[in-house]
């Protein structure tokens, strides 16, 4: 769920960048801290293991959108995509928002990738979410590789659902923001929508329909 601070008036929402270690997750959010101007993005954090990295910023969309007088800011994670780090794993999925899977296009990682899907599914089973609630899209990383795997392969195997996806060469930036913008927007209609039933449920139950969605609360920072 999305969490509002009700003394900076925003909406924050969580998007991180899933996948099997070296799939690019780092490149792609490394690259959006990049290509951001210092006055929409705060510093990036990183948490170094022996093999992967978790990576951490928050930003202001260079369009922010404001509902009800609060602005939206997306909070950007990566989580390592090796087995070990199943506990990290799982402390950085809680409350996520939308999610982006970083598949690898190169064939020797074929196992790989179906490995971290898996263990993705499993961990958001153990934080009781449900996929199909949560807004993803596929990102097919490494599509210069000469032999990679063909898009309908991965598809196949991975999002046998046709989710939103979209090839990518991270490491260049090609690919990195439209996914980004694609998931940021997927995140905020269905925010809006979820807003709007609330709306209709509290109308249908008598309350006043105009009633403002953002309550007021003793905390600076509650959940919507």
């Known amino acids: 769920m999305p969490v509002v601070n009700h003394e900076t008036k925003e909406v924050q929402f969580k998007l991180v960048f899933s996948g099997p270690a070296m799939s690019g997750k780092t490149s792609n959010v490394a690259y959006v801290h990049r290509v951001l101007d210092e006055s929409q993005r705060g510093d990036l954090i990183s948490l170094n293991t022996s093999a992967d990295r978790t990576l951490f910023f928050d930003y202001l969309p ?12 997306f909070l950007l994670y990566t989580v390592p995509g090796q087995v070990v780090y199943n506990a990290t794993r799982e402390l950085v999925l809680r ?19 179906n490995e971290a899907w898996r263990n993705l599914l499993a961990t958001l089973q153990n934080n009781g979410r449900d996929l199909a609630e949560i807004p993803l899209v596929f990102q097919y990383n490494k ?12 598809e196949d195997a991975l999002n046998p659902g046709r989710r939103p996806s979209l090839e990518a060469v991270a490491h260049a930036g090609h ?5 980004l913008d694609c998931l ?6 269905r925010f809006q929508q979820s807003l709007q039933h609330q709306e209709e449920r509290r109308a249908g139950a008598g309350n006043h329909p105009h009633q403002d969605s953002v309550r ?9």
């Open 95 to 113: 409350g996520v928002d939308g999610l982006v899977f970083v598949a690898d296009s190169d064939p020797q990682r074929w196992e790989a990738n």
């Open 216 to 224: 007021s609360n003793s905390n600076a920072a509650s959940t919507w």
């Open 143 to 154: 599509r210069d590789l000469a032999d990679a795997v063909p898009m309908g392969q991965l």
């Open 62 to 73: 260079m369009s922010p959108v404001v509902m009800n007088g609060y602005q939206t800011k």
């Open 175 to 179: 690919g990195v923001m439209e996914t």
């Open 184 to 189: 940021s927007s997927e995140v905020l209609t």
